[in-house]
Nanobody, 117 residues
Framework: QVQLVESGGGLVQAGGSLRLSCAASGSILSIYDMGWYRQPPGKKRELVATITSGGSTHYGDSVKGRFTISRGSAKNAVYLQMNSLKPEDTAVYYC???????????WGQGTQVTVSS
């Protein structure tokens, strides 16, 4: 079992920045990759960014060049630096971890990010 706790959401004006953090606990040695997903109001959950244990990253097209994902040195935390925020970035942001050997998905409780115009 892996537990994920997010922090760092809030209200920010367009063009501003926020940094989200996610701390993992439990069976962290089984984690293959971690990432962030978001669910805008009335829409489906979508990929924001992922990072593997080896440091390879992948970003959703809408955030490339503006968001940066990184992992803590102990590999039990993941961060999302969000710059040049837009109103369309408004969503609940969820931390995700996939564990081996079956790539089971774990989710955090979500943190609200609201970008005002």
């Amino acid at each position: 079992q892996v537990q994920l706790v997010e922090s760092g959401g809030g209200l920010v004006q367009a063009g501003g920045s926020l940094r989200l953090s996610c701390a993992a606990s439990g069976s962290i040695l089984s984690i293959y990759d971690m990432g962030w997903y978001r669910q805008p109001p009335g829409k489906k959950r979508e990929l924001v960014a992922t990072i593997t244990s080896g440091g390879s990253t992948h970003y959703g097209d809408s955030v490339k060049g503006r968001f940066t994902i990184s992992r803590g040195s102990a590999k039990n935390a993941v961060y999302l630096q969000m710059n040049s925020l837009k109103p369309e970035d408004t969503a609940v942001y969820y931390c995700n971890a996939r564990s081996l050997p079956l790539y089971y998905n774990y989710w955090g409780q979500g943190t609200q990010v609201t970008v005002s115009s």
